[in-house]
């Protein structure tokens, strides 16, 4: 019968360097044995050095492009991730409210990895006041966590007080990425469910600078397991192990923040 084989969207930008956006959410979600779909908000020249342009797409064909897979495809799991600017923001949410594409995963991106802005400074509060409140799952790092709270985030402690304030916000289950954090041992991610339960999910860091689009493939990951019936728990564990994995075994590509080893944890590199 059609449209039992899970599927998934992704609503985000494209990264032509391949590693990062549309490109690392479609290669994440083909190894976690989900189909990817895609709605393109903007389209970036970009490789392992950085992002040199961008330019959103018009929003009557990003609403085309919702409306398109909605009249013929099942989407069982649905995530974000660049959105460039207040109006696609807000076009992005009404799609959201007007069609059923299952439980969304928000990745609220902002900076790339080498620094350029992805999202307008005035569209952090439309992200806030309109994204927040629809999202089941908020993956953001520690500096978007600070954007979205408006409070520091120096310590442990600090990080779950903001993940409390990112649920009071309206997102039902936070994940706060601790990789921009200093210490030179671990990665820790602080996680806050819906139901009041928290938990630390730590992993050795790796000294790579290969690490280019570790926040769009986590939350496609946790996409792709949503899609497939994994409870929120698990979705978010296999999607640091999958991440710990895609970095942890390496590829050499560009001569920059070089992208993820996609295909590390379904080759046995799960540890």
Same mark, same amino acid.
């Given at each position: 019968?059609?449209? @039992?084989?899970?599927?998934?969207?992704? !609503?985000?930008?494209?990264?032509?360097?391949?590693?990062?956006?549309? #490109?690392?959410?479609?290669?994440?979600?083909?190894?976690?044995?989900?189909?990817?779909?895609?709605?393109?908000?903007?389209?970036?020249?970009?490789?392992?050095?950085?992002?040199?342009?961008?330019? +959103?797409?018009?929003?009557?064909?990003?609403?085309?492009?919702? +409306?398109?897979?909605?009249?013929?495809?099942?989407?069982?799991?649905?995530?974000? /991730? #660049?959105? *460039?600017? *207040?109006?696609?923001?807000? =076009?992005?949410?009404?799609?959201?409210?007007?069609?059923?594409?299952?439980?969304? %995963?928000?990745?609220?991106?902002?900076?790339?990895? /080498?620094?350029?802005?992805?999202?307008?400074?005035?569209?952090?509060?439309?992200?806030?006041?309109?994204?927040?409140?629809?999202?089941?799952?908020?993956?953001?790092?520690?500096? @978007?966590?600070?954007?979205?709270?408006?409070?520091?985030?120096?310590?442990?402690?600090? #990080?779950?007080?903001?993940?409390?304030?990112?649920?009071?916000?309206?997102?039902?289950?936070?994940? !706060?990425?601790?990789?921009?954090?200093?210490?030179?041992?671990?990665?820790?991610?602080?996680?806050?469910? +819906?139901?009041?339960?928290?938990?630390?999910? %730590? $992993?050795?860091?790796?000294?790579?600078?290969?690490?280019? =689009?570790? =926040?769009?493939?986590?939350?496609?990951?946790?996409?792709? @397991?949503?899609?497939? /019936?994994?409870?929120?728990?698990? *979705?978010?564990?296999?999607?640091?192990?999958?991440? %710990?994995?895609?970095?942890?075994?390496?590829?050499?590509?560009?001569?920059?923040? =070089?992208?993820?080893?996609?295909?590390?944890?379904?080759? /046995?590199? $799960? @540890?």
């Amino acid at each position: 019968m059609a449209n @039992e084989f899970p599927q998934t969207l992704t !609503i985000a930008g494209t990264d032509s360097g391949g590693g990062a956006g549309v #490109m690392a959410d479609l290669k994440t979600m083909q190894e976690r044995q989900v189909f990817g779909t895609a709605v393109i908000v903007a389209v970036t020249a970009q490789n392992t050095l950085g992002v040199q342009d961008f330019m +959103a797409l018009p929003q009557k064909l990003v609403d085309e492009q919702f +409306a398109s897979l909605a009249a013929d495809l099942k989407i069982r799991a649905c995530k974000t /991730g #660049m959105l *460039a600017d *207040a109006e696609h923001v807000h =076009g992005v949410v009404e799609n959201l409210k007007r069609y059923d594409f299952g439980p969304l %995963t928000v990745d609220p991106v902002m900076i790339a990895k /080498g620094g350029a802005a992805l999202l307008a400074d005035d569209a952090v509060a439309t992200v806030r006041d309109e994204l927040l409140p629809l999202a089941d799952v908020l993956t953001p790092n520690l500096p @978007e966590a600070e954007r979205l709270t408006g409070k520091s985030i120096a310590d442990n402690a600090a #990080m779950e007080d903001a993940a409390v304030a990112l649920q009071n916000m309206g997102a039902k289950n936070v994940v !706060i990425k601790g990789g921009h954090e200093a210490t030179p041992d671990q990665a820790s991610d602080f996680v806050l469910l +819906a139901d009041g339960r928290s938990f630390w999910l %730590t $992993a050795p860091r790796v000294a790579t600078v290969r690490t280019h =689009g570790t =926040g769009d493939t986590l939350s496609s990951c946790i996409t792709a @397991e949503l899609a497939k /019936g994994q409870d929120f728990e698990s *979705a978010i564990r296999i999607g640091k192990d999958y991440v %710990t994995a895609a970095i942890a075994n390496p590829i050499a590509v560009g001569n920059g923040h =070089g992208p993820l080893n996609h295909w590390a944890y379904s080759q /046995g590199g $799960a @540890e």
